[in-house]
């Protein structure tokens, strides 16, 4: 009996151990060693009371709201990059790269190297944003994790992982996808990798954003998350993006290009930024004056005056794309106005009471592995017979 007891006893622990595995969803070591990642960022998050966008900075690990990754600091090579959990790339090297540092500025880490030849900047907003400028001949390699895959699609490349679909656009002499790799050569490399966002749903504007990053058409790209913590990502070096004031129901932000010709940005709020209801509307004014809204992308790329064209998802989620005609110094207002007086006007209407904010929303518990009680129940039945036996 005792030795029976003792083999029950070994199952049961055998059980146990197998257990995680067998109800584990996908994705192997390298999806769990991601999820354990971005668990131990957001538990170093919140002890240090942060909140929403922005990175955190742990034994060489950075921990973002969206994005988490490692700096080597002898050689400035990014290695386990994730975008909420999915495993991307393993590691992003820039060949002869002499490291100097890497700087956080709230959602912004920036790595450079001694010469200051070399800029890589990662962004934690829910496009996952990467931008590497040389001014030296160069040549960066992603290295895709386990179970992501690189296609070439026209001038760009298509990274799709999991459920996550991303591009890269860049300037280069040579481009070549070998396998898990990715290699991006030339003179001066101006390359941007940019995931379609983590909070919107799939849709054909972000592979159209990304031809616009590839010809130079692409301003900026504006994401305002929780507890108006906010990513400004400058597609061309003569843009600056600004946000001079937010509100409840109202956003302004000043542009100003060197570069005259007309650009295109990209704005993404979530359901803690602007709060609007359903009988209410998004309306963009552009220098006091109301832009003109385009049903439709295919009309706002072939505008010719400064037009926008925005996406209302489920969740109080919005993202629009504008387009402004040529530049000086631009004004652009976000505002959330009554249904009932949204008929066209010149000037902003005057701003109302703002709500409260509204925190952001708490992830749900990870559901249990299934099959433990049924185990037990089993063995239990077993352990009552042999007793009665």
């Not at 994730?82 to 880490?109: A, C, Q, R």
């Not at 309306?283 to 003109?292: E, Q």
């Not at 072939?302 to 005609?325: C, D, P, Q």
Request: aromatic letters at 6%.
């Amino acid at each position: 009996m005792s030795k029976l007891i003792r083999i029950l006893a070994v199952l049961l622990i055998a059980s146990i151990l197998v257990m995680p595995v067998l109800g584990e969803k996908g994705g192997g070591m390298m999806r769990k060693n991601s999820d354990d990642m971005m668990k131990k960022g957001q538990e170093i998050r919140s002890s240090g009371g942060m909140m929403g966008m922005g990175f955190m900075h742990s034994a060489g690990n950075s921990f973002g709201n969206y994005v988490t990754f490692t700096i080597n600091d002898t050689n400035g090579t990014v290695t386990n990059y994730s975008i909420s959990s999915i495993p991307v790339f393993d590691s992003i090297k820039i060949d002869s790269f002499n490291f100097k540092e890497s700087k956080i500025s709230g959602s912004l880490t920036r790595i450079t190297n001694i010469e200051n030849s070399i800029d890589m900047q990662l962004h934690d907003n829910p496009a996952a944003v990467i931008n590497i400028r040389t001014k030296v001949p160069a040549l960066i390699t992603f290295n895709l994790s386990a179970g992501a895959n690189a296609t070439k699609e026209g001038n760009l490349i298509k990274i799709e992982a999991d459920n996550l679909t991303a591009f890269i656009a860049a300037n280069a002499t040579s481009l070549t996808i070998t396998g898990n790799q990715i290699q991006i050569e030339s003179n001066r490399i101006n390359a941007v990798f940019r995931a379609v966002p983590v909070n919107m749903p799939m849709s054909p504007v972000h592979a159209r954003f990304m031809e616009e990053v590839q010809n130079n058409r692409a301003g900026s790209e504006i994401a305002i998350g929780a507890y108006g913590k906010q990513s400004i990502v400058n597609y061309s070096k003569d843009m600056n993006t600004m946000i001079r004031s937010m509100d409840k129901n109202r956003m302004r932000m000043t542009i100003n290009s060197t570069d005259h010709t007309g650009k295109f940005m990209i704005l993404n709020l979530d359901n803690s930024s602007l709060v609007w209801t359903d009988r209410q509307k998004i309306r963009l004014y552009l220098d006091n004056k109301s832009m003109r809204q385009m049903m439709s992308m295919e009309d706002l790329y072939a505008a010719k005056e400064s037009s926008f064209w925005l996406a209302m998802h489920e969740g109080n989620r919005m993202e629009a794309m504008i387009y402004i005609a040529n530049f000086s110094e631009r004004t652009i207002d976000v505002t959330v106005e009554d249904e009932v007086t949204a008929t066209p006007t010149t000037a902003i209407p005057a701003a109302t009471t703002s709500p409260t904010w509204t925190p952001e929303e708490t992830p749900s518990a990870t559901p249990k592995t299934p099959g433990f009680e049924l185990i037990l129940g089993a063995l239990s039945v077993v352990l009552v017979y042999l007793r009665k036996k």
